[in-house]
């Protein structure tokens, strides 16, 4: 619970203070170099193979926590899907056979983890 809700309030202190853009178009090429909202549309598209939405999960954790948590939070899947559970193994590689909702699930936790990890690291070392 209070992982949650620490989640939670960082979610909505970086809502309230990221960039206010509408929802981003799903592209279909590869997404080398791209921004936050063009990665996180390609990840959670359907047509996506796996390739390329493990690539599109490395690049979201080299971007900054401010660009990638509202696009996280902006996503249906970012929350349980529905129907039978698919449990994961906690990689992109172990979660590869399960159905994509739960593949998508599971990297858009993975990276949101990773940057409150990454957040909370470094406002805790700032004097």
């Not at 990840?43 to 390329?52: A, F, G, Q, R």
């Not at 690049?59 to 129907?83: C, H, N, S, T, W």
Request: glycine content about 8%; aromatic content about 8%.
């Amino acid at each position: 619970m209070l992982r949650f809700s620490a989640w939670a309030l960082a979610l909505s202190v970086t809502m309230a203070c990221g960039p206010k853009n509408g929802p981003a178009e799903t592209p279909k090429e590869q997404p080398m170099g791209a921004d936050a909202a063009h990665l996180v549309a390609v990840l959670v598209n359907p047509d996506t193979d796996y390739p390329t939405r493990v690539a599109c999960e490395r690049a979201l954790y080299k971007l900054p926590a401010r660009d990638v948590l509202p696009r996280i939070a902006e996503q249906p899947l970012a929350v349980m899907p529905k129907g039978p559970i698919f449990n994961g193994g906690g990689s992109a590689e172990a979660d590869r056979g399960g159905p994509w909702e739960w593949q998508v699930f599971y990297a858009l936790n993975r990276v949101r983890d990773h940057h409150m990890h990454t957040a909370s690291s470094q406002s805790s070392a700032d004097p």
